[in-house]
Nanobody
Framework: QVQLVESGGGLVQAGGSLRLSCAASGSIVSFAAMGWYRQPPGRQRELVATITKSGYLNYADSMKGRVTISRDTAKNMVYLQMNSLEPEDTAVYYC????????WGEGTLVTVSL
């Protein structure tokens, strides 16, 4: 079972940027995909972005053009660069390893202020 640890969250003003990191305890290419999800206050967890084993990228429409998912397979790291952040992007952001099941990190809180 993989352990995922997110970092990089925090408080940022609207229009700002953050880069989230996810450190995996095992090889990220052993999974079908890696992804980032988020859970805004009072709402369900939702997809932000995924990257498959072969490198195919997928983004949620709500964040397309403002986020970039990337990875470093040598370091077993997955990143989420977020730009032009809006208060509506306030959420706990989770790293996920996707295979026959979903494995989650503990999450990192992103708060976007006006």
């Amino acid at each position: 079972q993989v352990q995922l640890v997110e970092s990089g969250g925090g408080l940022v003003q609207a229009g700002g940027s953050l880069r989230l990191s996810c450190a995996a305890s095992g090889s990220i290419v052993s999974f079908a995909a890696m992804g980032w999800y988020r859970q805004p206050p009072g709402r369900q967890r939702e997809l932000v972005a995924t990257i498959t084993k072969s490198g195919y990228l997928n983004y949620a429409d709500s964040m397309k053009g403002r986020v970039t998912i990337s990875r470093d397979t040598a370091k077993n790291m997955v990143y989420l660069q977020m730009n032009s952040l809006e208060p509506e992007d306030t959420a706990v952001y989770y790293c996920a390893a996707i295979d026959s099941g979903l494995y989650w990190g503990e999450g990192t809180l992103v708060t976007v202020s006006l």
